[in-house]
């Protein structure tokens, strides 16, 4: 989660015109938001535009494992294992811009972003839209608006399955024949010839 929201801060920062990699401080902190203030009270002015990213992961059927391949690792296997997860990503926007900023984030969104695409992040088109929700706090109206975007994630899981070297091997006598289907060891280990 930490990395997903790393890149959607540096995306929309991007989009809004915001430089992500800037020096911000909790007396000058950066328009857009991966968490909400810790005194539960806005820490923004009323006239500033601010914006709070939220993505979750989304139980869908989609999200079982798609495919699966095997490579030589030296004397091991590689498994790789791939799915598609879905990523919800809520945007609550305040202030002025705020009804603009959401469309203009939904519009580049939809167009496309290499940020994106390369860490297999695709947005799934659909009939999401704008949603302006002023909020009443301390008898005062301040202008929100919010927005849910879906994206497809293509990840990928790596397990490394070693190679059996070695198996130890119990010292087994065979019955006579005829005398049984089972041979029994010496260990008291039955084992089936079946």
């Given at each position: 989660m930490?990395?997903?929201?790393?890149?959607?801060?540096?995306?929309?920062?991007r989009?809004?015109?915001?430089?992500?990699?800037?020096?911000?401080?909790?007396?000058?902190?950066?328009?857009?938001?991966?968490?909400w203030?810790?005194?539960?009270?806005?820490?923004?002015g009323?006239?500033?535009?601010?914006?709070?990213?939220?993505?979750?992961?989304?139980?869908?059927d989609?999200?079982q494992?798609?495919?699966?391949?095997?490579?030589?690792?030296?004397?091991?296997?590689?498994?790789?294992?791939?799915?598609?997860?879905v990523?919800?990503?809520?945007?609550?926007?305040?202030?002025?811009?705020a009804?603009e900023?959401?469309?203009?984030?939904?519009?580049?969104?939809?167009n496309?972003?290499?940020?994106?695409?390369?860490?297999k992040l695709?947005v799934?088109p659909?009939?999401?839209?704008?949603?302006?929700?002023?909020?009443l706090f301390?008898?005062r109206?301040?202008?929100?608006?919010?927005?849910?975007?879906?994206?497809?994630?293509?990840?990928?899981?790596?397990?490394v399955?070693?190679?059996i070297e070695?198996?130890p091997?119990?010292?087994i006598?065979?019955n006579a024949?005829g005398?049984?289907?089972?041979?029994?060891?010496?260990d008291?280990?039955?084992?089936d010839?079946?």
């Amino acid at each position: 989660m930490d990395e997903l929201q790393d890149l959607f801060y540096d995306v929309l920062m991007r989009i809004l015109g915001f430089d992500p990699d800037a020096a911000y401080s909790p007396s000058n902190p950066p328009a857009v938001r991966k968490s909400w203030p810790t005194e539960g009270q806005p820490d923004w002015g009323f006239n500033q535009d601010v914006l709070f990213i939220q993505p979750t992961l989304v139980d869908h059927d989609i999200s079982q494992p798609l495919d699966e391949e095997w490579e030589d690792h030296d004397a091991d296997l590689l498994r790789r294992q791939f799915q598609t997860r879905v990523v919800r990503l809520g945007l609550v926007a305040y202030g002025p811009n705020a009804v603009e900023h959401l469309y203009m984030i939904r519009t580049a969104l939809y167009n496309g972003m290499k940020s994106l695409t390369d860490k297999k992040l695709f947005v799934v088109p659909g009939p999401e839209s704008v949603h302006f929700n002023p909020e009443l706090f301390q008898a005062r109206w301040w202008r929100r608006a919010d927005l849910a975007l879906t994206f497809n994630w293509g990840v990928e899981y790596k397990s490394v399955v070693k190679t059996i070297e070695h198996v130890p091997i119990v010292d087994i006598s065979a019955n006579a024949e005829g005398s049984s289907t089972r041979v029994i060891s010496h260990d008291s280990f039955v084992i089936d010839k079946k």
